[in-house]
Every structure is written in C-alpha cells, then in structure tokens.
C-alpha cells in the first residue's frame, strides 16, 4: 500500500525525524492561505499523487511541472490552480498520468546539500537494508547503474536497529562531520525503527537534506506498506487513498483475486503466480502483449472467475482472452463450468482460449467440447499462446 508524501512526512514526525513544515491544500485560495501561514519568503508547492518523478513531470495539455518553488500567496494559488485537476505525467505514471487533487505547500529550508537515503528488505541477506548516497536529488536507480560506488549500504536486525557504529560508518562516508554526525546518527536509526515497527516494504527520502546548520531533514518521503501486514496497523490502513489506485485492481483485490493492469490486449486468466507469469512470458515469446495480470488462485469458485471476466472484458483494449488452468488444488471440471457459468451471465465479446492440465482435465475438456459456447481449445501453453495471440492479431 502506497500513501501520500504528506502522510509519510506526518509519519515520520512522529518518529521524531525532522521535516519542513508543511499544509495540504485542496483549491488555490487553500494554497495562497497556506503561504501566507508558514510565513516564510519562499514555498514549494508540491502535487500530491501517488507516483514518483513529479518533479520533472508536467501536466497534460501544459509545461507546468508537478513542483514549483513560490514567493508570494498568488504564486502559490496560481500553481495550485495549473495542477488541481489536471493529469500530472511522471516517468512512473505512463502516458496516461495521475489526477491531482491536492497539493502539499512546504515552507523553504536552507539547503547546503543533498543526499539519498533508502531502506528495503534484501531477500538475499534476509534483512532490511539501509542505502545511503551522496547523490541525493537524483535517480537512484541511474546512480545504481553508472555509479553503484556512491551507494552505501548496511544491513540491520529487525529487533536490534541500526547501530551507532552502523550508522556513524554511514554518515563517514557521506562526508558529514561535527554535529551532522550525531543528526544522522538520529535520523538513520529513527527512520529504521520506523521501517520496521510499521512493517514497511519501502522507506525512501530523496533528497535527504543537510541543512546550513548542519542538520538533516528529510525534503520528500515515499513510503509503501507490506499488504499482508495492514491488519497490525489499522491507523495505517486509514491513510488509503482509494482514488490513487486502478479501478480494476481494487475490484480484484475485493473478490479475492491479484490483479495488475498492463498495457497488451491480451487477457489472461490463470492460476498461481508463477504459471501466470510464465503465461505472460509465453504470449510475449510469441508477438503478443499480455494486458494484465490475473491470478484466481488455486481455490477460485465461479463466482470469482466471474468476476474475473467482468474485469477482463470491461477492459477495452482487450481482443482475445487466454484462461490458463493446471489443476492441482483446483480441479479442471470446476474451472470449465465457471468459465460456462461466466459466459451465461457475461458473454464473451471476444475470442477465448482454453488451456486445461491436471486433476480431471479430460472431463474437463469435455465439458467445454459438448458446449455450446465458441471456445478455441489448446493442448500445451505454447499452443495456447500462439493461438491467442493469432486470435488477437485478427479481432
């Protein structure tokens, strides 16, 4: 789960890591208010969406970028006005971009540098993962591929922290001395204690600033959130902003289903994550482009893969659909009369191709032969593929 900047840096204070002060407004009179509030010379007035990039994105139709510093009220109304409603493009958004409606108004800080800090789980060491750089302001997946040397790292215990050792080596590398030292000190083992007690799977300040007295503060904040751990953190779990996320996967994610939108035109519909991922390699192989990620699991009913043809064909760029089934917990005969229960109450609207294996898979078969619905059978996911995306190629 993702949440606004705004939110992570409320989160963050109440960690006791320093950040600008700052107010969200939702119209340009809030924004020009807002100015007028903190009180300083300078402002930035920041688009709040769920993506990153926001910086050197602009609005559809407009050279008006998703961050803007300001030195008066009207300045602040007059960029909240360029940015509210309108469909912010960033190198994470794609083409389509995201709607902003609201903007974050932060005061102005007194910036001598600027740093990167991260934090992951490594799966390989089996651990969070601090990254620090002093590349800050930057992408740091381009730093990690043409400098990988500016990047440190150290790996923590979950129940220990960073240690002032760990984090005193961190702030060495950084080149921070005197009294930034023990501020980093601070900063690193307050964002890691939050990392962990807040079950995060993603904790990134970019640019972690050093300020002219020497202090850190952290200029932005992106922070996602383990799904399989919101039950712990119901207050985490308010701070959900439903608009941010794609209709469809929300309407999975209620039916019990993993869903992601892609870009292709062919719908695929199978079971286990990694069968679907090899489905989607499959399609690719083979000159097609699959238009999502569709995993019903190994215990699917019909109504689930109902609703899964719903989804998918409500998608208009979808031109074929690939149902890709291997029956261990889930048997074949379930699978062919749901996809018949779900063509009776949907209809399909475009070609179907079925790829059945496992546990009842002739009977299975036989359902689907002996019926009256126009299904184009496949035997091996090969096949499957290259006839759904042949039948794609011709819809």
Do not use: W
């Not at 005061?107 to 800090?117: K, M, Q, S, T």
């Not at 679907?276 to 499959?282: G, I, N, Q, R, V």
């Not at 699917?300 to 899964?308: G, L, R, S, W």
């Amino acid at each position: 789960m993702n949440i606004h900047e705004f939110q992570g840096k409320q989160l963050l204070a109440s960690y006791g890591i320093p950040k600008p002060d700052g107010i969200v407004a939702k119209t340009p009179e809030e924004a020009a208010a807002a100015f007028e509030k903190l009180g300083g010379p300078i402002a930035v007035v920041k688009a709040q969406i769920h993506a990153g990039g926001r910086g050197k994105g602009t609005i559809k139709g407009s050279d008006q970028h998703g961050v803007e510093l300001v030195k008066t009220a009207d300045d602040a109304a007059r960029v909240a006005k360029a940015l509210l409603g309108g469909e912010l493009v960033t190198i994470q958004t794609g083409p389509a971009g995201q709607t902003v409606k609201q903007v974050l108004v932060e005061g102005g800080c007194d910036i001598a540098r600027e740093l990167y800090l991260g934090i992951v789980v490594d799966r390989a060491v089996k651990k969070p993962v601090l990254m620090v750089s002093t590349e800050g302001g930057m992408d740091i997946e381009k730093v990690a591929e043409e400098t990988p040397e500016k990047i440190y790292k150290e790996a923590f215990l979950p129940d220990g922290g960073l240690s002032d050792e760990q984090a005193k080596g961190l702030a060495a590398k950084l080149g921070l001395e005197g009294g930034s030292v023990e501020s980093a000190v601070k900063f690193m083992q307050a964002i890691c204690k939050l990392f962990v007690e807040q079950d995060c799977s993603l904790a990134e300040i970019n640019p972690l600033v050093v300020t002219g007295g020497g202090d850190l503060m952290a200029l932005d904040a992106k922070i996602n959130f383990d799904d399989n751990a919101l039950f712990r953190h119901k207050d985490i779990l308010e701070m959900r902003d439903t608009s941010e996320e794609d209709p469809n996967e929300l309407r999975a994610g209620e039916a019990g289903l993993s869903y992601v939108q892609l870009e292709g035109n062919i719908g695929c519909l199978v079971n286990g994550a990694g069968l679907a991922m090899s489905t989607m390699d499959l399609v690719k192989l083979h000159g097609g482009q699959p238009a999502n990620f569709l995993d019903v699991g190994g215990g699917a009913n019909k109504d689930q893969v109902t609703e899964a043809f719903r989804i998918l064909l409500g998608d208009p760029n979808v031109k074929a659909v690939l149902v890709n089934i291997f029956g261990g917990i889930m048997q074949c005969t379930t699978i062919a009369n749901a996809v018949l229960a779900a063509y009776k109450e949907v209809g399909f609207n475009v070609p179907l191709v079925v790829r059945l294996e496992g546990t009842e898979v002739e009977e299975g078969r036989k359902i689907l032969a002996e019926s009256d619905v126009d299904i184009i059978t496949a035997d091996g996911l090969t096949d499957a593929a290259q006839k759904v995306v042949a039948a794609a190629g011709a819809a």
